[in-house]
């Protein structure tokens, strides 16, 4: 049973900073990459951020310098550290492992930016 649980998500002042939490149970997420998607009220899906098994990321052109995803792989977890956070920025942010063909999502967790 896969089960990915996230956590982190609040209220933060413009140019404030979050991590975010994805912790993954079931199954060693080591070898497969992770990825923060982020979806707007009324808009699609967006793909933020993703770390392969080595450790190499690739970032949304949009978040490039300010967000950083990162992987402990003894402790089974994708991290999205966000930094200079700006309003745009506000929505439901999902953890994604893609494993064996098959999609695991976590719950999502809301992160509004906002004075």
């Known amino acids: 049973q896969v089960q990915l649980v996230e956590s982190g998500g609040g209220l933060v002042q413009p140019g404030g900073s979050l991590r975010l939490s994805c912790a993954v149970s079931g199954i060693s997420m080591s070898m497969y990459p992770g990825a923060w998607y982020r979806q707007a009220p009324g808009k699609q899906r967006e793909l933020v951020a993703t770390?392969?098994?080595?450790?190499?990321?690739n970032y949304v052109d949009s978040v490039k310098g300010r967000f950083t995803i990162s992987r402990d792989n003894a402790k089974n977890t994708v991290y999205l550290q966000m930094n200079s956070l700006k309003p745009e920025d506000t929505a439901v942010y999902y953890c994604?492992?893609?494993?064996?063909?098959?999609?695991?999502w976590g719950q999502g967790t809301q992160v509004t930016v906002s004075s």
């Open positions: 994604n492992l893609v494993a064996r063909g098959t999609p695991y």
């Open positions: 770390i392969f098994r080595f450790g190499n990321t």
